[in-house]
């Protein structure tokens, strides 16, 4: 079996890495090509197109950032779309808008190509170690025919429902994040106003009702004062409003997403976009007149 591989993003370089450790042939494309010559150096086959990469592949996959990308190289000029063959398995497992899945899969239906949506959770450190959460929506038949690929790039795979409830689940998972990260930092920032050692706090509440893989994901690397970017602020932007809009259409109130999403873009505005999504904390610690960092940082 030949996949094609299409986005090697920070996200999608190393799910490509690992689908090729399993033994499996790739062709891959993407924009940039420092990006394709390093996955070609690992042992895949450069695709010249999207159209190029379909004609040659079994099943392809599209890791990408956003809807309108998605759009573009499935259904667009070159895209996937002109070069896939009928009975042949398109997964998208980029972060997109629910009811922008459900459009790609409507089209790729019509020409007889099956479609999951299956986007990932976990950030850039579960993408290297194959470990990431994956959410999918589609037939249960088309979803057996390619969980053991999937399982290669993470530690699980879970049909949530049709097409686009993979991403429906997806933003329900940004929103449980984001929360956390916002909780994470007022409390931090509260404790360190009031002198107390975060890192101790940390070591105190992990094991508690408040522990979650999020505080033991985030809490060292603020304490730290690390924000390199394992998920970027602007990416999880890109989610929160992909939920925010998603709620309006279907009359569902979030009103904490809402503010979440007004600390990040304040957090854009001051040139943090490209940031991990932890130094939400730097909106607190600024109006707090506070840092907070271990001791001895």
Same mark, same amino acid.
């Given at each position: ?11 999608? +370089? ?46 392809? *996959? ?18 996937? *779309? ?27 239906? #019509? ?33 057996? +025919?390619?969980?053991? *690929? ?30 956390? *990260? ?10 360190? +106003? ?29 304490? #730290? ?44 505005? #001051? ?23 271990? +001791?001895?940082?």
């Amino acid at each position: 079996m030949k996949i094609g591989f299409i986005g090697l993003g920070i996200m999608g +370089k190393p799910m490509s890495k690992n689908l090729l450790k399993a033994g499996y042939k790739l062709v891959v494309y993407d924009i940039v090509q420092e990006a394709v010559k390093e996955v070609v150096a690992a042992g895949a086959e450069a695709g010249a197109s999207p159209k190029d990469v379909a004609s040659k592949t079994d099943i392809v *996959i599209t890791m990408l950032p956003n809807s309108p990308h998605v759009k573009t190289v499935i259904l667009g000029k070159d895209g996937v *779309i002109e070069g896939v063959q009928k009975g042949k398995i398109v997964v998208d497992m980029s972060s997109i808008a629910p009811a922008v899945s459900q459009e790609v899969g409507k089209a790729l239906a #019509e020409k007889g190509v099956e479609f999951l949506d299956a986007p990932v959770s976990g950030g850039e450190p579960k993408a290297i170690d194959g470990t990431l959460a994956i959410m999918v929506g589609g037939k249960e038949e088309v979803f057996n +025919k390619v969980k053991d *690929i999937l399982l290669k790039m993470g530690s699980s795979a879970v049909l949530c429902g049709d097409i686009g409830a993979g991403n429906v689940t997806k933003l329900a998972n940004q929103v449980i994040v984001a929360l956390n *990260i916002a909780a994470m930092s007022e409390a931090y920032v509260l404790a360190t +106003k009031a002198g107390v050692d975060p890192a101790k706090v940390f070591d105190a509440i992990k094991g508690g009702l408040a522990g979650s893989t999020v505080l033991n994901a985030k809490s060292p690397m603020v304490l #730290e004062g690390n924000y390199k970017p394992g998920f970027r602020i602007e990416l999880h932007i890109k989610d929160l409003q992909n939920a925010l809009d998603t709620a309006h259409d279907i009359g569902v109130p979030v009103p904490l997403t809402s503010v979440v999403m007004e600390i990040f873009q304040a957090l854009k505005v #001051e040139g943090k976009a490209k940031e991990d999504h932890c130094g939400i904390i730097q909106f607190y610690e600024k109006l707090a007149g506070v840092k907070v960092r271990k +001791k001895g940082v």
